[in-house]
């Protein structure tokens, strides 16, 4: 079972490639990057920030 997200996080974390903010996806569990379609995996309530682990979305 994944460990509630910690919605305090989207007001310090951003996204790494553009600086801009992230949104949480709670269907897929992932933060979500819209300025850079990136979505980042969030495991053991911990998100995954490295650019070469994201997941490339469309818009």
């Known amino acids: ?10 007001k310090i ?12 996806d709670t269907e897929k569990h992932e933060l979500i990057s819209d300025s850079a379609g990136l979505a980042f995996k969030i495991k053991d309530g911990v998100p995954i ?8 979305i469309s818009s």
Not at 15 to 23: A, D, E, G, I, V
């Open 13 to 24: 974390l951003v996204c790494p490639k553009t600086r801009t903010r992230l949104r949480y």
């Open 1 to 10: 079972m994944e460990k509630e997200f910690n919605y305090d996080l989207l």
């Open 49 to 56: 920030m490295l650019l070469e682990e994201a997941r490339e």
